[in-house]
T-cell receptor, first 112, second 115 residues
Framework: ETGVTQSPTHLIKTRGQQVTLRCSSQ?????VSWYQQALGQGPQFIFQ???????GRGNFPPRFSGLQFPNYSSELNVNALELDDSALYLC???????????FGSGTQLSFL | SQQGEEDPQALSIQEGENATMNCSYK?????LQWYRQNSGRGLVHLIL?????REKHSGRLRVTLDTSKKSSSLLITASRAADTASYFC???????????????FGQGTRLTINP
């Protein structure tokens, strides 16, 4: 049990739609990161938030955006969904930058 | 792009045997971490080893790090059926507290323990 919860567990969308994924971190965890994991691959870094500000981003377009709230919850928003966005989206938190990450169970995004 | 490469991609052994997985990476790092993933769900942290460390132990796990060869290995001793999972190494190149911690994962090793 990592203390990080994600919702929903599964989502089914169609191309062009928008989606919001949610994450609740442990109290006291100042960083939250989002990763995308395609089937059979390792997770890929999307971005990290530290004390409610984005402080780093991977190779993902601007239609991937996020928010971190003071109550240790966060969101990942993806606009104009493309079929290649089909993946498991993982949220991870840690007390400080440079420490081990605590991952949630992920949200599986699929397409009709 | 993925920096780490795990070897082998898949490993199947008998319960009670030892399992060794290797990881190679390309750039200098601050630390290297190993994670386990069951059935495509969330990752569980196993061990973090810093660039100035050479070996770390945690229960039945032993991790080594050779920064000159840019490689690491994870040894699981006396394997159990419950160890069946995918194992990933992840490198963290961030050396400060200001920049983002961008873990770069390999493609993982699928470990199967046969009873």
């Amino acid at each position: 049990e990592t203390g990080v919860t994600q919702s929903p567990t599964h989502l089914i969308k169609t191309r062009g739609q928008q989606v919001t994924l949610r994450c609740s971190s442990q109290s006291g965890h100042n960083t939250v990161s989002w990763y995308q994991q395609a089937l059979g691959q390792g997770p890929q870094f999307i971005f990290q938030y530290y004390r409610e500000e984005e402080n780093g981003r991977g190779n993902f377009p601007p239609r991937f955006s996020g928010l971190q709230f003071p109550n240790y919850s966060s969101e990942l928003n993806v606009n104009a969904l493309e079929l290649d966005d089909s993946a498991l989206y993982l949220c991870a938190s840690s007390p400080w930058i440079g420490e081990k990450l605590f991952f949630g169970s992920g949200t599986q995004l699929s397409f009709l | 792009s993925q920096q780490g490469e795990e070897d082998p991609q898949a490993l199947s052994i008998q319960e009670g045997e030892n399992a060794t997985m290797n990881c190679s990476y390309k750039t200098s790092i601050n630390n290297l971490q190993w994670y386990r993933q069951n059935s495509g769900r969330g990752l569980v942290h196993l061990i973090l080893i810093r660039s100035n460390e050479r070996e770390k132990h945690s229960g039945r796990l032993r991790v080594t790090l050779d920064t000159s060869k840019k490689s690491s290995s994870l040894l699981i001793t006396a394997s159990r059926a419950a160890d069946t999972a995918s194992y990933f190494c992840a490198t963290d190149a961030n050396k400060g507290i200001q920049g983002a911690q961008k873990l770069v994962f390999g493609q993982g090793t699928r470990l199967t323990i046969n009873p």
